[in-house]
Each structure stands twice: as C-alpha cells, then as structure tokens.
C-alpha cells in the first residue's frame, strides 16, 4: 500500500481559512476514491468530504459551500480547501484513500495518514 502524509493543518480564528494537503507516495490516480476524515475531542470519527478517479466531489452537508475537496494527479496530491471556519470544525483531519470507487467503499478505506491538527477558536 502506498503511503498519504498531510500537512497544512494550525490554528485559525472563527471565520478564517486553512488549505489541507495530503501526498500521496505513489500514483494517486489509481486510487478509486480519495477523502477527508475528522475526529474531534469526545465525537465519533466522520467523513467530511470524498473525490472519485474522475473528480466527482461529495460533502457532508456541514462543510457544504465552504469546503472544496481536488486533487492534482501530476503532484500525486489531494487537497482540501477549508473556508469560513467554525470551532466546530476543529477536529485531527486524516487523509484517506482506497482502490475502490467512492460509491463502492462503504465509508472504509484502506489507506491512512496520521492526520494533522485543526483548531478553530471563537
């Protein structure tokens, strides 16, 4: 399995905005489906936002129009672009992949980063 490492996460003030990044080790376009989980303190983990081979993008509807989920396959890099933040959004984001379609991963996916750090104050 390839390897996905994330970086861009810190801390922004209610209203602000980060850009998430995750590389991928090899060739993320073989990739069937690739995604953005959060955990924050004291919830259950949650899908936030997923991408297929050929760029169609899903949200859950808390991140509707303020955040914007793409890749770029020549970088071997997918990334997540974060708006409007709420300290709601605060949460260890992790960077998931899988070689299947996103309709056909059932929310499991076999490839894992170690997550980087979001925290949004009020």
């Known amino acids: 399995q390839g390897q996905l490492v994330e970086s861009g996460g810190g801390s922004v003030q209610t209203g602000g905005s980060l850009e998430l990044s995750c590389a991928a080790s090899?060739?993320?376009?073989?990739?069937?489906?690739m995604g953005w989980k959060r955990q924050g303190a004291g919830k259950e983990r949650e899908g936030v936002a997923n991408?297929?081979?050929?760029?169609?993008?899903t949200y859950i509807d808390s991140v509707k129009g303020r955040f914007t989920i793409s890749k770029d396959n020549g970088k071997n890099t997918l990334y997540l672009q974060m708006n409007s933040l709420k300290p709601e959004d605060t949460a260890m984001y992790y960077c998931?992949?899988?070689?299947?379609?996103?309709?056909?991963?059932?929310?499991?996916?076999?490839?894992w980063g170690q997550g980087t750090q979001v925290t949004v104050s009020s």
């Open positions: 991408i297929d081979r050929d760029g169609t993008a």
């Open positions: 998931v992949a899988d070689p299947f379609p996103c309709f056909a991963t059932g929310g499991q996916f076999g490839v």
């Open positions: 090899g060739d993320s376009s073989s990739y069937g489906c």
